[in-house]
């Protein structure tokens, strides 16, 4: 069973810092994408940054470019999202998912039950 837990969320001020992590089992870590989509409160869900498996590339929805950075940890089974100058239309629950690949990640893949950044004005 694919397991996914996500943590880091908060509350932060405008132009601070978080940093997500989400601890996968169930599966094999190395042979999936991994990454994030997040959810606000009446909004769709947004695609937010992924990596491919075997680390062959990444994807950044640009609303987060040069502001967000995706990383796996092979040995700790973990991804983790570093969030930098944040805003409050970062405002969401963070979803971290898994897939086949990237471009079927949403369609086909598993995720769990997130974890909420505020950003405060």
């Known amino acids: 069973e694919v397991q996914l837990q996500a943590s880091g969320g908060g509350l932060v001020h405008v132009g601070g810092s978080l940093r997500l992590s989400c601890v996968g089992s169930g599966f094999s870590f190395d042979e999936k994408a991994i990454g994030w989509f997040r959810q606000a409160p009446g909004k769709e869900r947004e695609d937010v940054s992924y990596?491919?498996?075997?680390?062959?590339?990444?994807y950044y929805a640009d609303s987060v470019k040069g502001r967000f950075t995706i990383s796996r940890d092979r040995a700790k089974k973990t991804v983790y999202l570093s969030m930098n100058s944040l805003k409050p239309e970062d405002t969401a629950v963070y979803h971290c998912?898994?897939?086949?690949?990237?471009?079927?990640?949403?369609?086909?893949?598993?995720w769990g039950q997130g974890t909420q950044v505020t950003v405060s004005s």
């Open positions: 998912v898994v897939g086949p690949s990237i471009s079927t990640i949403l369609d086909f893949g598993s």
């Open positions: 990596i491919e498996r075997g680390n062959r590339e990444t």
